[in-house]
């Protein structure tokens, strides 16, 4: 992961992304809500601190951590004043050795979990992370999001709802060029290695339910959010959107 972003310009990709970058900001600070305390929050895969400002201030401590370089370095320049946050570089893979067990009330991953080949690993290190009680907002892409299910039954594909393995959208030439993996999810999938892994599902939100580049060609950004923000809790129970939220509750 940070060989691939320290050669991608990631800041570039929000450009012209306002509704996707709104509805995430409608969702997190809808779960933080629920979140009656926090004292510590660690952000897995924190990039430039796009989400940041949505929480900061919610905690007394912030540690943004990536494993890219290039990343980090913009996140330290626009927080240098934010004497709460502490920069990491740092993949979740080795966060064991340098974050202390049960350090965080909070962790939060987004657009993280598509990089991940190996869930258990990953949901296992959040676990030890955390304190007893803590809390887990997760994003991860939908497998099962309307168009892609659409798109399967006009193939004449009638069981892809039921198809529990994890999908990888990559190209044929980058699968054989082995850049970094783009895997979707089966929402049961991960709902299940949540719970696996001490983990209890308190809530979770549909996002992005109106990503169409011609609606949002002809609708403002201000009316899209509207209807966002009231989509995404009766959405969740049909996994509409192509991403969904989740807060979690590590079983005390």
């Known amino acids: 992961m940070g060989a691939h972003y320290d050669t991608y310009d990631y800041p570039n990709y929000w450009i012209g992304r306002d509704y996707e970058h709104g509805s995430e900001l409608i ?13 510590t929050i660690v952000e897995i895969g924190a990039g430039f601190g796009r989400l940041t400002p949505a929480y900061f201030y919610r905690a007394k401590r912030v540690v943004l951590t990536d494993p890219s370089a290039k990343l980090l370095k913009i996140a330290r320049e626009e927080f240098s004043q934010k004497k709460n946050i502490r920069i990491l570089q740092a993949g979740i893979e080795s966060l064991d050795g340098k974050l202390r067990t049960g350090s965080a009330d909070l962790v939060i991953m987004v657009r993280v979990l598509h990089h991940i080949k190996d869930l258990d690993e990953a949901l296992a290190i959040i676990n030890r992370i ?12 939908n497998k099962m ?10 193939r004449g594909n009638l069981t892809f709802r039921f198809d529990i393995f994890t999908s990888d959208k990559r190209s ?14 089966h929402p049961d999938k991960v709902f299940e290695k949540l719970q696996e892994n001490g983990f209890e599902i308190i809530e979770k939100r549909s996002v992005s339910n109106i990503r169409s580049s011609f609606i949002k060609n002809i609708l403002p950004c201000s009316f899209l959010l509207s209807l966002e923000k009231f989509l995404q809790t009766p959405f969740a129970y049909i996994d509409f959107g192509p991403s969904i939220f989740v807060l979690a509750k590590k079983r005390g």
């Not at 309307?146 to 798109?151: F, I, Q």
């Not at 044929?172 to 999810?185: C, D, E, G, V």
């Open 145 to 154: 999001h309307l168009k892609a299910t659409l798109r399967q039954f006009i």
């Open 172 to 185: 044929a030439k980058a699968k054989r060029q082995k850049k970094i993996s783009f895997l979707n999810y």
């Open 27 to 39: 969702a997190l600070k809808a779960l933080l809500a629920k979140i009656s305390k926090i004292g």
């Open 130 to 141: 955390l304190k007893p009680n803590g809390y887990f907002i997760l994003e991860f892409p």
